[in-house]
């Protein structure tokens, strides 16, 4: 089991920045991929982000390409989400998730989510 708790979410003006962190508890976190989802009011969760255990493989949607970036520590047991020059329709609940399954762009090949932090990007 891994538990997941996202924080570091709030209201930013568009051009702003924020980091979103994602802690993780439970066994062998270093062996989950860690992705990154949003979902917006009145749509459909989407991915984000998503990086492998071995700090390999990253993949972004390319909404978010080149201004959002992922990493993680695995010491820490943490993952992160850096994002530049908001927009607002970066403006979503954003979920962590994690999985063993290698790494995805999809929701359902994710086993484990946090509950969500709000992102808020005025115009």
């Known amino acids: 089991q891994v538990q997941l708790v996202e924080s570091g979410g709030g209201l930013v003006q568009a051009g702003g920045s924020l980091r979103l962190s994602c802690a993780a508890s439970?066994?062998?976190?270093?062996?989950?991929?860690m992705g990154w989802f949003r979902q917006a009011p009145g749509k459909d969760r989407e991915f984000v982000s998503a990086m492998a255990w071995n700090y390999g493989s990253q993949t972004y949607a390319d909404s978010v390409k080149g201004r959002f970036a992922m990493s993680r520590d695995n010491i820490k047991n943490t993952a992160y989400l850096q994002m530049h020059t908001l927009k607002p329709e970066d403006t979503a609940i954003y979920y962590c998730?994690?999985?063993?399954?290698?790494?995805?762009?999809?929701?359902?090949?994710?086993?484990?989510w946090g509950q969500g932090t709000q992102v808020t990007v005025s115009s």
């Open positions: 439970g066994r062998a976190f270093t062996s989950y991929t």
């Open positions: 998730a994690a999985t063993n399954r290698g790494v995805f762009r999809t929701i359902d090949k994710y086993d484990y």
